[in-house]
């Protein structure tokens, strides 16, 4: 086995059948056991395999700059399918200009199986680190960044498949002002049979009052001033969190990543208000673009509890007064330590949460100052609640569960309406 042979080698050469082949699903296994999707589907994938091209078209024109600075991309993950782990790393240095990716750090954030990891060190321009314990997403990139040499650090996924000429276009807009932070557009991986389907060019990444991200459409006249330019950047209130590009020093000048939060989830949220608030700014990039698998749950357990710690700490240190209404989405919330971040917010002159609303997201319908009361309308075990629904929707009764969702805001005009769902109803008894 060349495992065993000293010094590293070109990917071209690593040995994907070998790899990937002692970890597939046996006959009789569910195939979505151990990752959330179908591993049997990405095992029979090359490690190389094409995707098409889902670029505008004037983005195949484009002459991109040539003296842009290398990256180091930063790619964690915890007990990842094998296949799924070497299409992305292969997927980096099959599609990027050589001189432009430094490195790639894989943090292993303490798989069950550390040759997961250690087999692909063996793969030039890969280094590997692995955690003694679980550290979850931002310690471990954070980790990452702090070993990473190069001058811009990438963080994806451990889960992407990146497309024709998707690092320069980010590097150019990172290399010209060194306060933006950018991402891709995410196209879609089936989680199902792994086909890459094209992602549309018209999202903007948003949040609801339960600070759960969700994607935008651009209004029509956005969308209609993009029309003579439709490869321009797009400023965007939020970034998904885990593929974008960001100048190193500036990295660590915002704090790095809050290193309090646990596992996964809100750090998107956090770092996105850190960014905008303190005098950076995010972009989407249309000409780059980078394939993700999407899953409907995850596939590992979350020491010491779920991401409500994570949005939390967001809302306490970034959203001022604000945060009222994430606690009226969210009651439950207001239980959970959240420890303290605001002398990074006082070093950095950062703007108030107002400042956030009215010029980065005004599109944000922020709940009517004339509500007098929020929380759950309530009768024995039983709540009001939306059901699911949204806009014009049918309200309905439901098991109190005291996680938002249900909740409602109590008007003097004797009028309900979900924090969440912007669904109102008024009183008929």
């Not at 650090?153 to 990146?162: A, I, K, N, Y």
């Not at 998904?240 to 989830?265: H, I, S, T």
């Not at 919330?333 to 070093?347: H, L, S």
Request: proline content about 5%; overall charge neutral; charged content about 25%.
């Amino acid at each position: 086995s060349f495992f065993s042979r000293g010094g590293k080698v070109r990917w071209q050469d690593f040995d994907q059948d070998l790899y990937v082949g002692a970890t597939v699903v046996r006959p009789g296994q569910d195939p979505y056991a151990r990752n959330k999707f179908n591993q049997v589907e990405s095992d029979k994938l090359r490690m190389d395999r094409g995707v098409p091209d889902t670029r505008h078209d004037h983005c195949r024109h484009k002459q991109w700059k040539t003296e842009l600075p290398a990256s180091s991309v930063v790619i964690t993950f915890h007990n990842e399918a094998r296949s799924a782990l070497l299409r992305t790393v292969v997927s980096v240095l099959k599609k990027s200009p050589p001189h432009l990716v430094k490195e790639i750090i894989l943090v292993d954030d303490y798989s069950d199986n550390p040759e997961d990891g250690a087999l692909l060190g063996k793969i030039e321009k890969i280094r590997v680190l692995r955690n003694d314990r679980r550290e979850g997403l931002m310690r471990s990139r954070v980790r990452g960044a702090d070993a990473a040499t190069a001058s811009v650090l990438t963080f994806l996924d451990s889960h992407c498949e990146c497309n024709e000429h998707w690092l320069e276009p980010l590097l150019e807009r990172v290399a010209e002002d060194k306060t933006r932070v950018v991402s891709p557009i995410i196209d879609v991986i089936n989680m199902d049979n792994f086909q890459y389907v094209g992602a549309s060019a018209d999202l903007k990444g948003g949040f609801d009052w339960n600070l759960v991200f969700k994607w935008d459409y651009m209004t029509l006249e956005q969308r209609r001033a993009r029309q003579g330019n439709p490869t321009a950047p797009i400023k965007t209130p939020m970034i998904a969190g885990g593929l974008f590009v960001m100048d190193k020093d500036y990295f660590e000048l915002l704090g790095k990543y809050d290193m309090m939060m646990d596992v996964w989830g809100g750090e998107n949220l956090e770092i996105s208000f850190r960014v905008w608030q303190c005098g950076g700014s995010l972009e989407i990039i249309p000409c780059s673009r980078v394939g993700h698998v999407f899953r409907k749950q995850h596939p590992y357990t979350f020491p010491g509890g779920s991401g409500t710690v994570n949005t939390r700490r967001a809302a306490e240190v970034w959203m001022d007064e604000f945060k009222n209404f994430y606690y009226a989405a969210v009651p439950s919330a207001r239980n959970v330590p959240y420890g303290n971040r605001m002398e990074m917010k006082k070093r950095l002159g950062c703007q108030p949460f107002k400042w956030y609303l009215e010029n980065v997201y005004p599109e944000l319908r922020v709940p009517d100052h004339q509500d007098i009361a929020f929380g759950a309308l309530q009768q024995g075990g039983n709540c009001l609640d939306t059901l699911g629904h949204f806009a014009d929707g049918v309200v309905g009764v439901y098991e109190c569960h005291n996680a938002g969702g249900n909740q409602v805001s109590f008007r003097a005009q004797v009028l309900l309406r979900s924090i969440t769902h912007n669904q109102a109803v008024h009183w008929a008894g």
